[in-house]
């Protein structure tokens, strides 16, 4: 395999997987994957598993940056992700059983419409009105809405950080850089769970590939990370939405072209 299209692929995937991750809390699965597949030939389920391995450790230093800027309810964070990796099984289960996955496309439709509507809609709820609701009442929500994105995530097979900023921006009405921390911190553990799952089964990956993504998304989610942590509430939201909506098209086009 060329070098040099190694590097060049896999630079891209990772400045694209780290600065959704860094802004979003957005799954690195969703980027690295289909530009693995479609310009690297890689084995899909490899590819995913090389993609889910970058993810924790871009994850992990979002979650550090955000949580030393006090953007991150590491009490809730954890409710919900017990709820999140129950309900993925259970709902990887039941989409076993139906014969066809008709929402396939719904990770790529969630990423470009949750970018629209950071541009339009900014969220703008601030700490103050997030503390005013009960520790009760947002352990219940929290556990309500990890059982609904766990479920979806395993019904569909993605989607998850978009879904956890969606419920955690609208539903739980957490203000955009506490939701993207809580986001990323939850993010670490199902990314690390899906990897070595994925790597017992499938086997080793191409180790210079991996290297090189973990690396590239390690990288670029630090510095998308800092950057978020800096910046105002409206610039935030706006940057955000622009590079939700650009990733959404590109990881459209390159589902299109693997096919």
């Known amino acids: 395999m060329n070098l040099f299209l190694v590097i060049l692929v896999t630079f891209f995937a990772g400045m694209g997987a780290g600065l959704g991750t860094g802004f979003a809390g957005m799954s690195a699965a969703a980027v690295i994957s289909p530009m693995l597949i479609t310009f690297l030939g890689i084995d899909p389920y490899m590819a995913v598993g090389i993609a889910l391995s970058s993810d924790v450790l871009a994850s992990a230093v979002s979650a550090y940056t955000y949580k030393k800027n006090k953007n991150l309810d590491v009490k809730n964070g954890l409710i919900m992700m017990v709820t999140v990796l129950i309900f993925t099984v259970v709902g990887s ?19 470009f419409i949750l970018g629209i509507k950071f541009i339009v809609k900014p969220v703008m709820t601030t700490k103050e009105s997030m503390e005013a609701v009960s520790p009760k009442k947002r352990a219940i929500q929290s556990v309500i809405c990890g059982c609904i994105i766990g479920f979806i995530c395993g019904f569909v097979g993605a989607g998850g950080g978009m879904m956890m900023l969606l419920i955690l921006t609208s539903v739980l009405g957490y203000e955009l850089k506490t939701a993207v921390g809580t986001s990323v911190f939850i993010m670490t553990f199902t990314a690390l769970t899906g990897a070595l799952s994925h790597f017992a089964i499938g086997g080793t990956p191409d180790w210079t590939i991996w290297i090189l993504c973990v690396t590239f998304t390690l990288i670029w989610a630090r510095i998308a990370a800092v950057f978020a942590n800096k ?23 390159f589902s299109i072209l693997s096919k």
């Open 93 to 111: 289960y039941i989409s076993s059983l139906v014969p066809s996955r008709t929402m396939g496309n719904f990770s790529i439709f969630m990423t």
């Open 231 to 253: 910046a105002t509430p409206k610039t935030l939201n706006r940057v955000t939405g622009v590079i939700l909506v650009i990733l959404g098209i590109a990881v459209w086009v």
